[in-house]
């Protein structure tokens, strides 16, 4: 059972998204236009607590150095985050993400990062946890579809990874690419899709202190639903901006095409700011149902609530949509 408040989310529900989709497939018309959001949300009140294969044990001896956020909003239980999920490579249904997951291999795994760098390398990730000792960032992360969480990531700041490779002053972006591999992630083979899903940051925001590659939660090694094994957190930016399960880091001279601006040009933007005054083409974006909570929808914050951004986007917000 859904624990948190069953007010309606203004999107469609999955299940009505799906069989439009599937309806437009068989007529031929499938519209990259027509998607619905990077987080497709039913709101039917399914199990959240349902304990499956792939979760089962996991949170045991979850860890946090806080019980709360900067701001006093309680974290996010660790079920919560290891079951409720966004990652189309495993299932367009949230719940649906953890089971399809369960044998997806995470070892070896190594990320290559190159492009406009003068010192080009590949890490594995126990180089990457050798070279930068994880610590706890607690974050809220705020889907576009109007739920949000509260995080305790382990990870390292990207900003410290970037300095060693050395960028050349052509570099203004950096674009982050998931694993392509279809035989373990079968959303892949869905090829309405332009996989391997990608991100981008413009070098400033890559280089904010907030901004962190994210390798674990809640003192655990990050589940595979939640982008294991090494995903990006970039706080005050709609969730699809944090890419899960990297393996190329490339330094461009050019804003990368980005996966959801591909899929459905017109409603996502690259910069993705989380923004209450801007509303989605469909629906507010005013407030949200933070996951967990009893008792009614949370004002969205400018920024997700974090001011310290703000200097990098002057001028009108509607741009960093
Ligand atoms: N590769 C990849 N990364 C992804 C996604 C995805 O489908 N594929 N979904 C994004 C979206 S829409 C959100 S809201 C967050 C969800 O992260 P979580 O499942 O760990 O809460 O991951 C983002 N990263
Ligand atoms: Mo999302």
């Known amino acids: 059972m859904a624990h948190w408040n069953s ?39 399914t199990g959240l607590s349902t304990t499956t294969t792939s979760t089962t044990g996991f949170c045991n001896g979850a860890t946090a150095s806080r019980s709360t956020d900067e701001l006093g ?20 249904s949230k719940t649906g993400v953890a089971s399809n997951a369960t044998k997806f291999q995470i070892s070896p ?9 003068n010192k080009p390398a590949s890490y594995t990730m126990s180089d990457l946890t050798a070279m930068f000792p994880p610590e706890e960032r607690i974050y809220r992360m705020r889907c576009v579809e109007a739920w949000s969480m509260v995080i305790p990531w382990h990870g390292f700041q990207l900003s410290k990874l970037i300095e060693t490779v ?12 998931t694993v392509y591999n279809p035989a373990q992630m079968p959303g892949q083979n869905d090829t309405s899709f332009p996989w391997p899903y990608v991100e981008g940051l413009r070098m400033d925001e ?8 994210a390798t674990g939660i809640y003192g655990k090694p990050l589940p595979v639903q939640d982008g294991a094994p090494i995903r990006l957190v970039v706080p005050w930016k709609y969730g699809f901006k944090s890419i899960k399960s ?17 899929v459905s040009p017109g409603e996502y933007g690259f910069y993705a ?32 609530g974090y ?14 949509y």
Not at 109 to 117: A, D, H
Not at 276 to 303: A, C, D
């Open 206 to 213: 890559a280089m904010q202190e907030l901004t962190i590659l």
């Open 307 to 320: 001011d310290q951004v703000a200097s990098m986007y002057p001028g009108d917000m509607h741009q960093y």
């Open 166 to 177: 050395e960028p050349t002053s052509e570099a203004k972006f950096v674009k982050f690419t």
């Open 109 to 117: 795994w190594t990320v290559t990062i190159g492009g406009l760098v």
């Open 246 to 262: 990297i393996v190329n880091i490339d330094f461009v001279a050019e804003m990368p095409k980005t996966f959801w601006p591909a």
């Open 273 to 304: 700011t989380v923004n209450p005054n801007i509303p989605h083409p469909r629906w507010s974006q005013s407030s949200e149902i933070r996951i967990g909570q009893v008792g009614g929808r949370v004002p969205t914050l400018l920024f997700n």
């Open 73 to 92: 909003n309680k974290l996010t239980s660790c079920t919560d985050i290891i079951s409720y999920n966004n990652f189309y490579e495993f299932s367009l």
């Open 7 to 45: 007010e309606k989310l203004e999107v469609t529900p999955e299940k009505l998204y799906l069989s439009r989709r599937k309806f437009l497939a068989g007529a031929g018309i499938l519209l990259a236009g027509s998607f619905l959001a990077s987080c497709t949300k039913g709101t039917s009140g």
